[in-house]
């Protein structure tokens, strides 16, 4: 950063908008006195504001002057003082790590050895680490507060979680505004909120949150950010104000006098939203992809991402909420049944099931106070569920009498969809025999005969108390008239977006459709989105000419494209979701624009896929699809292990694994999948040592317009979403490159593609192999976009638009530069699971890094995904004897430049034979024998660990798995994959910090 402010000089700095990491990183340029020194202004919030909030006993004295309550803490600074004040407190304590994301490195303790674990893992992510007393069971509410430089200072939004105090906010149900706070509550912590923010003279946007005791009118304020958060996300969107819009020009001075709402255009910005709607903000958890994963939700968030659903009623919300997080449930009630041994410990014990374990709870008999007393659930919520399950047994009990669905009374009917209930749940509860998408199509058609629909109504931020020129739309079926007139003239174009962000669908998409966004209004038509993630760029409604924050399930998708009877709908930007509606619009006669639903069908189906490779004589991996385990067992005796095994129709290699012999193969059978003749396996053979190119593009009518190539750092086996992607290829031959334009240009003829698609490779020598080929824009778009500087979404919406594109004059090879799209992974999060790479996708983030050569860009993508240069010890435990060969270089290196060397058992004899110096270290299971490889890791002897697993036996992965388990809990660099290891070794052995150019995107020519 010091270096970036050298070279540009500005005037003033922000620090309140990139989160945890922007406020960390500025507070210690103010302290390391790079502020100072190049007179740099801080606009906003000033910084000792911003430490008197993060460092907890600032916090607790600030506000101890104004008399406001805080939870009794302790802040110590080692692990001796955090037991001295756990006994001081009295158990059960959290623990928490000040300066820290999301609660990293937190959680309740119940005894002295539970906080000693704690307390280890949190000092190390943080200097200081905060003991306080439990309050679970108390509810949590936040406020979201906005206060200029003049001390004006208004609250936007009060929000409360649904589950109390003691599972993180991010992991929590949240509702906005709060349901369950009387009027005298909902003032008072205002009061405080606007008092807190002016003692600690916060400019721009903050959010405080209580814990709220409600028997007694009790309080503590748990904490305040001083900058905008994931809340300030949903605050924003909740209510159409728009608070980081409003917390910049603050930042540069103006008071809230000065700035219009930008939703009614006449109003000031000096205003308190008014709701007269409720919204649901639902967490969105990928914990099946990890081995062995804790499921038990706490004070670490654990979540990848969120969904908001508005709604006239809170039955209606939530419902809507919990279809749109996208985990095969249907809403509330209606879902296939969970199978819970113990109900009354799943009800104790929060997990990312907790709402269908009520579900099921409320099934099986249980009452409202019975649920209360177990999860500390406030009971108005408990109440509104127990409504949706009466309809549903209403709706039963009909249909147990009934054999008509025409005969459905129209009362009941209207009920069940002013509490949220789709078509597909109406269906499933009044028991309709037959295949159910019929039955939602038979449900759909006989409300659309008795007039029964859904009305759209606008977001105004003033409840319709001044007249609003908004296009934030919601369908609800609470209303009796829509707010919205349409023309009806077919110069709509609605793109359908990417929905919650999750482990393999995350903000690429997002860019795609805002791309995709502004290049359909750019060229003369009106823009419309449907989507539903409150952290989106495409859900601000200034991003298009209609927002629909509303599902993209196929009833919902229909209803607002019979309303807006647009030009055309695009499903190729936002990923897996629009894609897999494609045949069932098309069914529809909905023209969707670009490649044909048919042709994506036919590559999403892999024997459609592979019966056309066969016809038009392009080589893949050998495969079948396979029904039992006989069948199985044929196949490999003819392919040999290793074999990659994968249920049908998947998104980022859910469920798929590599099994590399006969005890494998059964053990991942079981768990994953139940083979039978309705769920058939995939099972391909697995290439080993190949490597795994990407083929990004753009074709017109079939013909290719423009491409980018990039390979995979890691061989195949790596899922593409978690590799280390470089583009362009330097290690490519070129006829390799060849091979592969030609393959893709037969390809895109045979389907008649139009718009974006991706196919991944697979590269032995010259021998090039098809894995897949997606017909939708794909997670690399964004980063071949960026580095490329062509913007291929923009020439794809063309395509789709209809109008003639002229293909880029720039060649693929002409960058004088390297780009490396790294992966961020959350396995320090992920309690107990595996942090081991495999070809089910475990990433949850990535960063793009530019440099003049692989090493500097290698090096720079490292160390933005949160990698250190060790000191000077390194754990080297390096596979099968093929990995210890590769490896030899690196390693050799590593010694040259003075590092010390640690091995285990096997990689040390073969160090020692290839004359590199080291030290011998035992596994776990050697435990009579010095010195003891995890002891090293306690005692913070190692400064990076290369574990790379041999295999996936028993013995193996309980010991490997030990020392990368304690890595990643200890916060120590890990490297599990070879490839990438020896890249990252031969950058910072080459290179230092010093070397990396600063240059911005705009120098890289």
Known sequence: MEKVIAKERPEGIMLAFGGQTALNCGVALYQSGVLDKYNLRVLGTPVQAIIDTEDRELFVHKLNEIDIKTIQSQAVENAADARRAAADLGYPVIVRAAYALGGLGSGFCDNEQELNTLVEKAFAFSPQVLVEKSLRGWKEVEYEVVRDRFDNCITVCNMENFDPLGIHTGESIVIAPSQTLSNSDYHKLRELAIRIIRHIGIVGECNVQYAYDPHSEDYRVIEVNARLSRSSALASKATGYPLAFVAAKLGLGYSLFDLKNSVTKTTSAFFEPALDYVVCKIPRWDLGKFHGVDKELGSSMKSVGEVMAIGRTFEEAIQKGLRMIGQGMHGFVENKELVISDIDKSLREPTDKRIFVISKAFRAGYSVDQVHELTQIDKWFLQKLMNIMHTSKELEQWGRNHKQLTDLPFELLRKAKVQGFSDFQVARAVGYEGDMEEGLLCVRNHRKHIGLLPVVKQIDTLAAEYPAQTNYL?????????????????????????????????????????????????????????????????????????????????????????????????????????????????????????????????????????????????????????????????????????????????????????????????????????????????????????????????????????????????????????????????????????????????????????????????????????????????????????VLKINLIELATKVMLGLTVEKPSKSLFDLDYVGIKASQFSFNRLQKADPVLGVDMASTGEVGCIGSDTSSAVLKSMLSVGYRIPEKNILLSTGTLKQKVDMLPAARLLSEKGYNLFATGGTSTFLTDNGVPNTRVYWPSEENNQPQALDMLHHKQIDMVVNIPKNLTAGELSNGYKIRRAAIDLNIPLLTNGRLASAFIQAFCTMTLDDLAIKSWEEYK
């Open 474 to 786: 919601y369908l609800t079926y609470s209303g009796v008239a829509g707010d919205v007139n349409y023309l009806g003239d077919h110069q709509s174009i609605v793109v359908l977006g990417s929905g919650a962000y999750r482990i393999g669908s995350s903000v690429e998409f997002d860019w795609c459709g805002v791309q995709a966004l502004a290049t359909i209004r750019k060229e003369g038509y009106r823009s419309v989105m449907i989507n539903y993630n409150p952290e989106t760029v495409s859900t601000d409604y200034d991003m298009c000419d209609r927002l629909y924050f509303d599902e993209l399930t196929f009833e919902r998708v229909m209803d607002i494209l019979e309303l807006e009877n647009p030009h055309g709908v695009i499903v190729s930007t936002g990923g897996q979701i629009p894609n897999n509606l494609a045949l069932r619009l098309d069914a529809q006669q909905v023209p969707i624009l670009g490649s044909s639903a048919k042709s994506i069908d036919n590559a999403e189906d892999r024997e459609k896929f592979s019966a056309m490779l066969d016809r038009i004589g392009v080589d893949q991996p050998r495969w079948r699809e396979l029904t039992s385990m006989d069948d199985i067992n044929e196949l490999v005796d003819g392919v040999g292990f290793p074999v990659l095994v994968r249920p049908s129709y998947v998104l980022s290699g859910a469920a798929m694994n590599v099994c590399s012999n006969q005890e494998e193969l059964e053990q991942f059978l079981r768990l994953a999948a139940n083979v039978s003749k309705k769920h058939p396996v995939v099972v391909s053979k697995f290439i080993e040592h190949a490597k795994e190119v990407e083929m990004d593009a753009v074709a017109q009518n079939g013909e290719i317009i423009a491409y980018a190539i990039s390979e995979h750092i890691e061989f195949a086996g790596v899922h593409s979403g978690d590799a280390t992607i470089q583009f362009p290829p330097q290690k490519l031959y070129v006829e390799t490159v060849r091979r592969i334009k030609r393959i893709s240009r037969e390809i895109a003829r045979e389907l008649n593609i139009s718009g974006p698609f991706n196919i991944q490779y697979l590269a032995r020598e010259n021998d090039i192999k098809v894995i897949e080929c997606n017909l939708r824009a794909s997670r690399s778009f964004p980063f071949v976009s960026k």
